[in-house]
């Protein structure tokens, strides 16, 4: 199986929005709501940021949202800060095991 | 608050078994709906599932590990345990251990970086 298909980089200004995109197929992000996302900061641990396609653990800033349209799973980032410079990792359940995304790193200009 | 941490040798021998131990403290390993499990980061590179287990003992592994891992339980101990045969300078990662709802990583462990090196 291959991994999720995010883009390498996105950048954006402070205080603007961006969105990447993790794209799967109907065995894995197209089939299950199950859906996360993770920030990790250089030589820290993932943090989960989404799980269940849009939903936020508690701490999360609500400038983070998931969402999700037929393969296609996004994060949006809005009112970009300086602090959400990171790479980012989608996750999604296939069946009897757990793909990720190859990864996205967020540049805020 | 729950904690995961992992252990074992930081160096392993090509062709030899990789063995790490994950300790969960501040919740108990028998909690029903949750799974344990294992991710790995080659250094600079993306995260790769490797596999999960619950309680019971019931187990789902990367189809492109399977060959090659088994990740074990001991409630009496808290632990959950990953091998990792015939490993390659390729296994080369950070390990981390993590705990599991709905297919979602939700505790990880501070990770723990295994070279393969003669």
């Known amino acids: 199986q291959s991994a999720l298909t995010q883009p390498r980089s996105v950048s954006g200004s402070p205080g603007q929005s961006v969105t990447i995109s993790c794209t799967g197929t109907?065995?894995?992000?197209?089939?299950?709501?199950?859906v996360s996302w993770y920030q990790q900061h250089p030589g820290k641990t993932p943090k989960r940021m989404i799980y269940a396609v849009s939903e936020r653990p508690s701490g999360v800033p609500d400038r983070f949202s998931g969402s999700k349209s037929g393969n296609t799973a996004s994060l949006t980032i809005s009112g970009l800060q300086a602090e959400d410079e990171a790479d980012y990792y989608c996750c999604s359940h296939a069946h009897t095991y757990v793909i990720f995304g190859g990864g996205t790193k967020l540049t805020v200009l | 608050q729950l904690q995961l941490q992992e252990s074992g040798p930081g160096l392993v021998k090509p062709s030899e078994t990789l063995s790490l131990t994950c300790t969960v403290s501040g919740g108990s390993i028998r909690s029903s709906g949750y799974y344990w499990g294992w991710i790995r980061q080659p250094p600079g590179k993306g995260l790769e599932w490797i596999g999960t287990i619950n309680y019971s003992g019931n187990t789902y592994y990367n189809p492109s590990l399977r060959s090659r891992v088994t990740i074990s339980v001991d409630t009496s101990q808290n632990q959950f345990s990953l091998k990792l045969r015939s490993v390659t300078a390729a296994d080369t990662s950070v390990y981390y251990c993590?705990?599991?709802?709905?297919?979602?990583?939700?505790?990880w462990g501070q990770g723990i970086l295994v070279t393969v090196s003669s």
């Open positions: 109907s065995s894995d992000v197209g089939g299950y709501n199950y």
């Open positions: 993590v705990r599991e709802q709905a297919s979602s990583p939700d505790y």
